[in-house]
């Protein structure tokens, strides 16, 4: 057998040690560059560092995880802080987030694949998919500080839930008595030993809080979604998730439930205190704790705040949005679906209610009017966050994704989503 020449070792070397270098500079198919190639000012980006920094040594931040992306391209992934204080454990660009309501886009998302498979259309009624929701009811306050319950006006449509006109909130509206004796207030889902198709049929006999299509109410109506998905699919959710978003865009560390084996890049969660600073939420703790993410029954897939991600996976999925549904030439959507979902739906008199200029699109959050607030953005600009104080955003105008993950709820008198903003843009130098 000929042995190979001592000289191809050098060779081989050089050659694994450029392969290395390749996959580092890779954040799952995005290349990492320097901000100039995509038109990013690297000294403006270093102000990132500096601001978060400050951040974590003040105790106001545990740990976070910035991602700026331009052109497809990575320019920007810095970490900062612990993932445990307590143990001094350093955050790791690879650490794994509670996402909460960033779990809500990948669901609406996998709405709008089901219509362009003509499984459904999303101003179907729907009970057509969830029969015991043919007659829903609202809860309406009266002059005695009580409340009475009455028919809705009209049917529930898959429209209404994509855009939070339901009328269905997190079971603290008029009729929140109801919800509690129910036991069904809040968004966690995570302890619960029941599938979600369970869980969604014991809200149907409960009062909404407002007519459908009436107001903007957030609450229950992507984990509804999530039920529609399974019924029109005939897949549990997490199985289509996996098969029809997750594996395509390779996001292999975004689950329901997290394998055992990644336990140890968890990242903890903290509570801001009445003066700011942070305490150890409580394990496992509830909707403010550290969650059943690992050790819990392991049943309950919530289409509205269920999933654990990375900044890495969370900014291939973006991405892919930015990018008009395609992902390394596969497309996952159409071009025209996602100008469908990053568009105002909501009706003629409905507002947004927690800032001006602001509407709401299919699973998103859109901006309409730059100078109702003060901070820089662009028009068609889309995005959402979660209770775990993350945010996220697409502006396509600038061809920028952002992903911003910590893991504090709740928070308290923190302006770093602010601040992020201002300086990421203020890094554009084309």
Known sequence: MMKPSP??????????????AAASSLVHGM?????????????????????????????RLPGAVVLVARHGKVAHLGTYGMS???????????????????TKALVSVGIMMLQEEGKLLIDDDLADYLPEFAQTTVAVANDNARYEVVPAQRKITLRDLL??????????????????????????????????????????????????GSKFVYGYNTDILGAVIEVASGQDLATFLRERILNPLGMSDTHFYLPETKRGRLATVYSATSDGSLERAPAPGHMTGQGHYVDGPRQSFSGGAGLLSTARDYAVFLQMLANQGVHEGHRILSR??????????????????WSDGTGFGLGFSVKLNIGAGGLPGSYGEFGWGGAY???????????????YFTQVIPASGLDDHAKLRALIYAAIDD
């Open 7 to 20: 000289r191809l070792f050098p060779a081989l070397r050089a050659l694994v040690i450029l392969i290395l």
């Open 31 to 59: 290349d990492q560059v320097a901000p100039a190639e995509v038109g990013l000012s690297a000294e403006r980006l270093r102000r990132l560092d500096t601001v978060f920094e400050d951040y974590v040594s003040a105790g």
């Open 84 to 102: 445990d204080i307590e143990q001094e454990v350093p955050l790791r660009e690879d650490a794994i987030f509670r996402i909460a309501s960033q």
């Open 163 to 212: 855009r939070h006109t339901s009328g269905y909130d997190y079971g603290n509206g008029p009729g929140r008595d109801m919800w509690r004796d129910a036991g069904m207030q809040g968004w966690y889902f995570a302890d619960r030993e029941e599938p979600i198709r369970d869980t969604i049929a014991r809200i149907a006999p409960l009062p909404a809080a407002a007519q459908p």
């Open 336 to 353: 025209k679906t996602v100008e469908l979902m990053t568009v105002n739906h909501l009706p003629e008199g409905v507002k947004f209610p």
């Open 389 to 403: 104080h993350s945010t996220y955003w697409v502006d396509p105008a600038e061809d920028l994704v952002v992903v």
